[in-house]
């Protein structure tokens, strides 16, 4: 049967990109996106907003909600310092089993705990499986209207500590107009808007970065 397009995309990064060379991966998943078959990753315009906020936290810990093909997981495991850890959830096993050999190709699974299940399932168990105490950097990149139920769940479980940074992808494009609204409008978030432009297009779209203030 057919192959998928994660399937595809993955043989273009062992095609094109070289093992252990994190850019290679992340140039060839662009270069597939632009020239073969679009695929939802933030991809170079937007990641290079998310690579200045990574470099800028220079985070511990990391929390992903939405690996699909781990595009956005080498982007930001690769800027982490050593010892530091990226925690990343993914629901679809298909994906995951992709985003997994992507990311040893880009030679940073030992930075990268990726972990298969629903955000709301594992967000409350971050403590007492993974010993998490708080995050300090958490990308939102996952089904647009759980954006705003997982981040009140982490609010909920401890998981936001004062200056903990959020940066959500696709405000605009898709949109998550009641995410947005909540973190411009809640005392405890100081909110700021990156406008961009939806990934390998013309049309817009940005990030939002939030920090928790406790
Ligand atoms: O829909 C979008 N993203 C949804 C992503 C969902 C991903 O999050 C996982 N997940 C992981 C954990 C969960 O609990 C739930 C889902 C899903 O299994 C999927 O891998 C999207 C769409 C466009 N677009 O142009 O249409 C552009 C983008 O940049 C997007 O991110
Ligand atoms: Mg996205």
């Known amino acids: 049967t057919r192959s998928t397009r994660p399937q595809r995309l993955l043989k273009a990064v062992q ?6 060379d994190p850019q290679s991966v992340i140039s060839a998943i662009d270069h597939f996106c632009r020239h073969s078959e679009w695929a939802m990753n933030i991809g170079d315009e937007k990641g290079s907003i998310l690579d200045s906020v990574v470099s800028e936290v220079n985070p511990e810990k990391v929390l992903e909600l939405g690996t699909y093909c781990g595009y956005s997981t080498v982007r930001i495991a ?7 850890r990226l925690i990343t959830l993914e629901f679809n096993a298909d994906y995951a089993a992709i985003a997994r050999q992507v990311i040893i190709w880009a030679g940073l699974e030992d930075k990268v705990q990726l972990v298969e299940g629903a955000s709301e399932d594992w967000i409350p168990r971050m403590k007492e499986h993974f010993g998490i105490e708080t995050f300090d950097f958490v990308f939102l990149d996952h089904w647009k209207d759980r954006y705003l139920p997982d981040t009140k769940l982490m609010e909920d479980c401890g998981l936001l500590r004062k200056g903990t940074v959020l940066l959500a992808d696709n405000v605009i494009c898709p949109g998550v107009p009641d995410y947005l609204a909540y973190v411009r409008n809640s005392l405890s978030y100081k909110s700021c808007y990156f406008k961009s432009h939806l990934e390998y297009t013309k049309a817009e779209d940005g990030l939002e970065k939030s920090v928790f203030l406790g």
Do not use: F, S
């Not at 095609?15 to 252990?20: D, N």
């Not at 690769?78 to 530091?84: I, K, S, T, V, Y």
């Open 78 to 84: 690769r800027l982490l310092p050593p010892g530091a």
């Open 15 to 20: 095609k094109h990109a070289t093992r252990g």
